[in-house]
């Protein structure tokens, strides 16, 4: 069990600079979700961390020792990939151990290893199969026993769960969840989906182009996000966002039809007139008849609930989330203002009372 | 008002031109088959009578009853001729399938190693030294003989089976075909190998080879017809009889004058060089399409 | 294309390349050198001086009516070769695509002639073809035809082409049989439906589909009836008679070994070499699709 460090981490191809400087520390058993776009740099970061890839700056340090030097191997970690990359001329148990077999780790010691690991996957019977015999699930179990056998420090997932179909996503999403908790394993999982992120990690990290826009909890990152990037990345249906201005000294934000939205929490600093964006998650709007007219585009009845697509009259899109069925026109809706969000206009980031 | 149709006429029509198209496709392939087993059979029917009988020029149609003798004889002591003195087919046959062996294990041999390593590694001059051996693509033995026969002298290698094998052994098809196979293992396994701890050799050991077998078995058997079917090289190189490989050996027993041929122990003779190639052939007949459309296209 | 992944290691490469490169050097860069540098100098008529007389090989080679005469020998011998192996070779692999009863059988017994060695291949149809011994070749005595392969020029050109032609229809066969097989069943269903006969099916959708296998396998036919078909000829009839069926391939073979002409020997390897390398180039148009530099 360790602890991992990333610091100052930059990467660059030729010109183009990947990764700007990332900074981020795991407690020791702690799992950590790396969570964006495609093209954002969460791989290449996974992948610096495993030795797969070297840093153009920075230094990557498990247990506090520099390993940014070391060759994968020398590491001591374990990797779950998005193709599982299971040697397909080797059968299940063979996969398992060979690892173990080229750290020269005696025979009663794998067999001991690689059958508690299938056991604790419920994979026993499987060991003689060759991967090809396996179902999608099989195989992302298999991987995951190739990791666990060798009872690394870190276990690394680049986006392991994205090979499945949607059920069993959620099934293994939950295992490896439980299976690092039992393990106390520091992990490190990429991911591109946020409800993955949501509910895997201790910790998320939202990047966006190459920076870590936001490090925190799950709910931290949804409560207070740190921008509009993570703002809208986070949650689904995504965040409402509506240009505003500063009114009534930063206590109040007017929105372009004139209708004046008083801020619960206080004042932002900045002044009057300061273009902001107010952030409105789609289930924090409510029928109210002091709020804003909505033209419905489309609603999408989820039984419990509907997300209802809309527009205001100045054509600004606008999601909400209500319960019950498919709502009558006209639809005027409020907000909850105690859950409204303001960013800066200009640079996106978040504004807190002063 | 529509024209009627007589489904009954237009059935019997469309029956009676598949019945003939039936017909006509069975009779083309095995006039085909014919065409090439023709051959074949004039040589196995010769090789069971006795050279008077096929001397003569009464062609037999059917097997006679010399065949124990004719292949006893060429096995065990070869069917002269007159400008040559014999040498047993056992030895001819034994020093193809060295001579095929060599080559074909050989070019393997080498040609996963060299593409191995311009696939898997960085180094510099690495386009170059793919280039050499593409462009050796381009100089087949038959168009550089002579230099290549001088060359062979220099190094003392004339009449030795390394002078035999050696020189064929470069393969850029074999690199070309493996490189491309190469290239189609997912980088994703060399990672896991990486974490795994496995180094290059390690690599290709555990994985790489078992990967390739099936190409390597395709490979194999074009590759043992190529140097089992080697005429000029051996022709050129070869002057100790004791090394004297089938096929040459066969055509050397047939003299210009051809009065004196002893038919009945060529044809046996022809039917041993024919033996082992058509035998591999046929055996591993998925192996060798897929090894020939592979490395030719 | 290239692999993003790689192992690291100085020496490493250089010694897995070290055998193929050895090889390479010694048996065919050394060579090739010295045939070009030697298709520059001519030996004194004793071996004893070598003088280097620059391209004048080359242009004594082209004012030998002998060399001319081989040339024309290889057109003939070549597009004949070539025409007749892929048009037998194309006729039966559409024969044997066709849905019929024992399809596999007529593949296999259709294939097996690729195994036969070009000198073999002579061997056994001269079996058919000798005027004494030979099946045909007495038919055709009895049938008042004067037939001796030995002594007339025509017939020897003949012969070695029906064996030279036999033995690599085997090889298109298999090549045109995987072209067909790779034509979508949903195209001739769509031909037929469109109301084409077969014959028409075949010429306006069928063959224009093959035609990359087709040219494909032409330069690999010319290919093969340039360079492989040494032991067809040597075994058949050494060139003869006089010169008829001597070709360039032959004559380099001739005058170098027999006649230890090395000069103009090696002046016309370098020849050869430059039809391998057009041919090749040619031929690089369909490797660079499935090569990528």
Known sequence: MASLDIQGVTKSFGATRVLHGIDLAIHDGEMVVIVGASGCGKSTLLRIVAGLETSTSGAVLIDKVDVTPLEPADRDIAMVFQTYALYPHMTVFDNMAYGLKIRRVPKPEIRRRVQEAADLLSIGQLLDRKPRQLSGGQRQRVAMGRAIVREPKLFLFDEPLSNLDAKLRVQMRAEIRSLQKRLAVTSLFVTHDQVEAMTLGDRLVVMNEGRAAQIGTPMEVWSRPADTYVASFIGSPAMNMLPATLAEGGAAARLADGTVWRFTDGARPGGEGRAVILGIRPEHLMPDAAGLAVTIDLAEPLGSETVVHGRLRDGTALTARLPGGIPQEPLILAPDLAALHVFDAADGKRLDPA | MSATIDVEALAAASRRRRMRERVLTHLALILGVVVFAMPIWITLVGSTHDTDTIGRGDVPLLPGSEAWNNYMHAWAQGGGGRNTFAVPASTMLWNSFIMAMLIAVGKIAI?????????????????VFFWMIFITLMLP???RIIPTFQVMTSLSLIDTMTGLTLPLIASATATLLFRQFFLTIPDEYVEAAKIDGAGPLRFFKDVVLPLSATNIAALFVILFIYGWNQYLWPLLMVTNRDLETIIVGLTKMIGIGDAQNEWNLIMTTAVFALLPPVAVVVLMQRWFIKGLTETEK | MRKKVIFRGAALPY??????????LVFF?????????QSAQREDAFGLSTEFVWFENFSDLFHDPIYLNAAWNTVIFSTSVAALALGAALFLAVQADKQIRGSGLYKTL???????APALAAVLWLFIFHPSIGLVGRAFAAIGVDWDYRVNGGQAMAMVIIAAAWKQVSYNFIFFLAGLQSIPASVLEAAAIDGARPMRRFWTVVFPLLSPTAFFLLVVNLVYAFFDTFGVIHALTRGGPGNATETLIYKVYVDGVQNLNFGSSAAQSVVLMIIVIGLTAI???YIERRVHY
């Open chain 3, 110 to 116: 259709l294939i097996w002639p690729y195994a036969v």
């Open chain 2, 111 to 127: 040609s996963l190693l060299s593409a191995f390593a311009v696939v898997f590694f960085a180094f510099p001059l690495r386009m």
């Open chain 3, 15 to 24: 010694l897995l390349l070290l055998p193929q490169m050895a090889v390479t």
């Open chain 2, 141 to 143: 033995v038959e168009v």
């Open chain 3, 283 to 285: 031929q690089f148009r």
């Open chain 3, 29 to 37: 860069f050394w060579p090739a050198g010295m045939a070009v540098w």
